[in-house]
């Protein structure tokens, strides 16, 4: 695992921006699997300004998202398939018809989620995962004790998850209890992981999951059995790393390593 640190967030999105676009310069029909929530905002952010600055394209760019909530349908504010046609989707150019996210409003969520599993496997893999991580460890919705051979399933969100996102809702009682997400088997089968994490509040989330056991109490560290995952986080995330010193002067050793801002 390579364990990037960045001086703050704008550093840290800019740096996984230019991993994404790196991919889609050397692999323009590259399938790009995405994550919702605060963290990769900056991300996106920064690859719409490609797109628009540098015509970075993704014409012909296929998307699977991680997950999203049970119960929501797709025009809900607070549902992932809003969030991405709002921050990603609508500024760039990639088709419609190549978009994938899990249907929270399915009336059959396993035979939903075999298709979604072979719809990856027909669009020939997934080349770059984009994670977030929870507070809990988790990747997609995988909370502790989620197997780490996991496929695409319904899942009950844990405690601690309710709370972290309660801030999105207008009550605590709204947010859904359930999710579908791909499981931590299918995410570790994705060519290259791109995990992005900021703030004092993922610290000991990132510990665990670059340096502590593997252990399916905390899924991200499952992505030590990947051969090719990139953790990158702000100055903040990285403060309970003992080995940072070590992070740093990899870094600065790697000829061609993409500079933050
Ligand atoms: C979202 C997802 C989650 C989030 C995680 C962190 O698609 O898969 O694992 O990445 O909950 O969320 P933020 O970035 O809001 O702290």
């Not at 072979?118 to 995988?142: A, M, Y």
């Not at 995952?229 to 740093?248: F, G, K, N, P």
Request: with cysteine.
């Amino acid at each position: 695992m390579e364990a990037i640190i960045q001086s703050n967030y704008a550093a840290m999105s800019k740096i996984a921006a230019q991993i994404v676009a790196e991919l889609l310069n050397t692999k323009p029909n590259a399938v790009l699997g995405m994550a919702t929530g605060s963290t990769p905002l900056g991300l996106y952010q920064e690859l719409v300004r490609l797109h628009t600055r540098e015509q970075l394209d993704f014409s012909r760019v296929t998307t699977f998202n991680l997950d999203e909530y049970v119960g929501l349908n797709a025009n809900h504010p607070q549902s992932y398939h809003h969030f991405m046609h709002e921050h990603f989707f609508q500024h760039v150019n990639i088709p419609p018809h190549n978009i994938n996210i899990p249907s929270g409003t399915t009336s059959n969520y396993p035979a939903f989620c075999d298709w979604y599993e072979k719809r990856i496997v027909e669009c020939g893999g997934i080349d770059l995962q984009i994670l977030g991580i929870g507070t809990d460890g988790h990747i997609g919705f995988n909370e502790p004790t989620s197997s780490l051979s996991s496929r695409t399933r319904l899942k009950t969100l844990s405690k601690q998850t309710i709370d972290d996102n309660a801030r999105f809702f207008d009550r605590r009682a709204d947010v859904p209890v359930y999710a579908i997400t791909m499981g931590v088997g299918t995410i570790l089968e994705a060519r290259k992981l791109l995990l992005v994490a900021s703030g004092n509040g993922k610290a000991k989330a990132i510990a665990q999951t670059v340096e502590g056991p593997v252990t399916s109490m905390v899924t991200a560290s499952a992505l030590q059995l990947h051969r090719d995952a990139v953790v990158i986080v702000d100055e903040a995330a990285a403060s309970q790393l003992t080995m940072r010193d070590y992070y740093d002067f990899i870094y600065a050793a790697k000829p061609a390593a993409p500079r933050g801002a």
